[in-house]
T-cell receptor
Framework: DQQVKQNSPSLSVQEGRISILNCDYT??????FLWYKKYPAEGPTFLIS?????DKNEDGRFTVFLNKSAKHLSLHIVPSQPGDSAVYFC???????????FGTGTRLKVLA | NAGVMQNPRHLVRRRGQEARLRCSPM?????VYWYRQLPEEGLKFMVY????????ESGMPKERFSAEFPKEGPSILRIQQVVRGDSAAYFC???????????FGDGTRLSIL
């Protein structure tokens, strides 16, 4: 039972354009969400997080949007750069606990 | 490098042998987590430890797997009598506190022959 779903396994975007990565979840107890970026042969790197009391959080080129009623969150990267090419994982937890539930990832390719 | 350090990066074992994976958390972090990633899947939580204590091992198989985080030294994930299905990437993460974002090491890729 996949509680966190990233339905797009891959995405290609032109450099300078917006990248939108999507994530859906099924567990209504989730109240803390994170995005991680992962390069090949490296560990995931924390990018940005959002708690359920907010619907938007922004950090530089990265913005995460949370739609609780739809149980959906998205990561926007503007403008996209070739160095953003990586696999992006969405993760969720309930009650700010340590047990992160990860999605299967979306591979982003930013074309120069 | 003050990040989470895992070693070895690659480990090859034959079926029936033991595998020991080590993790040194970031400086100042006393919370350690282990995750496993199978090919084409997301990371799956295995165990959460603080110094000398296992807080939650609900994601770890009941047999053959054990973890520790001693007072001195790195955290160790130990897999006894390895089988082919144990082949995966094992990631360690650490955080300064329980509700704070976890920072990951580069993983140990375990291959079972």
């Amino acid at each position: 039972d996949q509680q966190v779903k990233q339905n797009s396994p891959s995405l290609s975007v032109q450099e300078g354009r917006i990248s939108i990565l999507n994530c859906d979840y099924t567990n209504s107890m989730f109240d803390y969400f994170l995005w991680y970026k992962k390069y090949p042969a490296e560990g995931p790197t924390f990018l940005i997080s959002i708690s359920s009391i907010k619907d938007k959080n922004e950090d530089g080129r990265f913005t995460v949007f949370l739609n609780k009623s739809a149980k959906h969150l998205s990561l926007h990267i503007v403008p996209s750069q070739p160095g953003d090419s990586a696999v992006y994982f969405c993760a969720a937890s309930a009650g700010l606990t340590y047990k992160y539930i990860f999605g299967t990832g979306t591979r982003l390719k930013v074309l120069a | 490098n003050a990040g989470v350090m895992q070693n070895p990066r690659h480990l090859v074992r034959r079926r029936g042998q033991e595998a020991r994976l080590r993790c040194s958390p970031m400086k100042g972090h006393s919370h350690v987590y282990w995750y496993r990633q199978l090919p084409e899947e997301g990371l799956k939580f295995m165990v959460y430890l603080q110094k000398e204590n296992i807080i939650d091992e609900s994601g770890m198989p009941k047999e053959r797997f054990s973890a520790e985080f001693p007072k001195e030294g790195p955290s160790i994930l130990r897999i006894q009598q390895v089988v082919r299905g144990d082949s995966a990437a094992y990631f360690c993460a650490s955080s300064p506190g329980e509700g704070e974002p976890q920072h990951f090491g580069d993983g140990t890729r375990l291959s079972i022959l």
